[in-house]
């Protein structure tokens, strides 16, 4: 599968990134494999550093549903439904983190078992533009990088 661009990021992109920033500066980059929505189907072995959630779910027989895909920018409508169409039904939060480090927000210095996340200059940038948005009662899947914001111009000495 292609990673989903920046542009077509919503709640679950967005939501993850936050988490992922709270991560890197309280807690190293080390990601607790319990907060993420991970698909056993296609990654048996958990991801993260703590197990034992996702583990205790599947030990009680849940297991992956389509409804737990992610969401893209334009799955909620503005009367209220849904678009259906707009949600990947694999796609879990690793394939986030991969797309987020696809475009340039992250950097994974870890393995696929366990994630040791980084934060590069422009994600840096971008969580304070998400920071910003949410301080100010937006929700994950409504921010959007408009196009001013989208690059810092560079200043010439």
């Not at 679950?12 to 709270?22: D, K």
Request: with cysteine.
């Amino acid at each position: 599968m292609d990673s989903v661009k920046i542009e077509d990021f919503g709640k679950e992109h967005w939501s993850l990134f936050a988490y992922l920033e709270i991560r890197c500066v309280d807690h190293k980059g080390t990601v607790n494999g319990a907060h993420l929505r991970h698909n056993p189907a296609k990654r048996p072995a958990v991801v993260g550093s703590d197990t034992r959630g996702i583990s205790a779910l599947v030990a009680e027989g849940h297991s992956w549903k389509p409804g737990y895909g992610t969401r893209l920018k334009g799955f909620w409508k503005d009367e209220g439904g849904t678009d259906p169409s707009r949600q990947l039904p694999d796609h879990d939060d690793i394939d986030c983190m991969e797309d987020l480090e696809e475009a340039g927000l992250i950097k994974n210095e870890g393995s696929g078992l366990n994630p040791l996340i980084r934060m590069t200059k422009e994600g840096s940038r971008v969580a304070g533009l998400l920071r910003e948005h949410k301080a100010n009662g937006g929700q994950f899947a409504e921010f959007e990088l408009v196009p001013e914001k989208v690059k810092m111009k560079e200043s010439t000495p």
